[in-house]
């Protein structure tokens, strides 16, 4: 069993291919602005380096979302052509979800007591968030928090908080209590297998033609402001 997963919500740009449980082939690039370029050569090479094509994948994984509006944009467009070609179904994993699994897989909590907080950047101050068990359950609703120097702070006052993704690195100033924690994850296809089998298993399939990325936020477009000459 083949899964192709493409997880472009955030700067990182990461493609795998997974063979049944395990990851066999991964191309990732943490520079950003760049994945409309590197996706499709990404897949191709992931492809060709197994020596499968496109008809041996049976499903096709995307991040929904939360994320990069544009990013997200760019994988879910993807995928969508992949499944309306090769007539392949689609499975979509929360971002968030996908980050604390690859936090799991790297055995980055210290205890089995210890809570997980993914952050995706979401500019300024501001990140997607929800609270994970160590089991990777989702124990609060996906929320966009400015966060200060209160943030999480009844959460921290009883137990620890792994906080891990993108989001997380400009939180540790303000986020100063014992109980907050740091690991350096980042996202990575690797972290949709997990929830991407157990969807295949379940029949939890999405719709290819009315699929739209979770973006949490409406896209707001901006324009520069006109030099006074």
Same mark, same amino acid.
């Given at each position: ?13 990461? /493609? ?26 990404? /897949? ?24 990069? !509006? ?11 052509? /992949? ?7 689609? $499975? ?35 990140? !997607? ?53 740091? *690991? ?14 157990? *969807? ?9 033609? !009315?699929?739209?990325?979770? !973006?949490?936020?409406?896209?707001? $477009? ?8």
């Amino acid at each position: 069993m083949f899964f192709l997963l493409i997880e472009t919500g955030t700067a990182v740009c990461s /493609i795998a291919l997974a063979r049944g449980a395990q990851i066999v082939a991964l191309r990732e690039n943490k520079e950003g602005r760049a994945h409309a370029q590197m996706v499709a050569p990404f /897949i191709h090479e992931i492809i060709h380096e197994q020596h499968c094509t496109i008809a041996d994948v049976d499903a096709v994984v995307v991040s929904e979302g939360p994320g990069s !509006y544009t990013g997200l944009r760019v994988g879910v467009s993807t995928a969508k052509g /992949i499944c309306f070609g090769a007539q392949k179904p689609l $499975i979509a994993v929360n971002s968030l979800l996908s980050l604390v699994h690859v936090a799991i897989a790297n055995h980055c909590l210290p205890s089995s007591g210890c809570l997980i907080a993914p952050m995706i950047d979401a500019r300024r101050l501001e990140v !997607y968030t929800a609270l994970f068990d160590a089991q990777g359950n989702q124990l609060s609703g996906i929320t966009a928090e400015i966060i200060n120097e209160n943030s999480f702070a009844e959460t921290l006052a009883q137990q620890p908080v792994l906080f891990i993704g993108d989001g997380a690195d400009k939180c540790r100033t303000l986020l100063q209590h014992p109980n907050a924690l740091f *690991a350096g994850i980042t996202a990575s296809a690797a972290g949709m297998l997990l929830p991407a089998i157990d *969807a295949f298993a379940q029949r939890k399939f999405v719709d290819a033609a !009315y699929f739209e990325p979770f !973006y949490l936020k409406d896209f707001v $477009i901006t324009t520069a402001k006109k030099k006074i000459l």
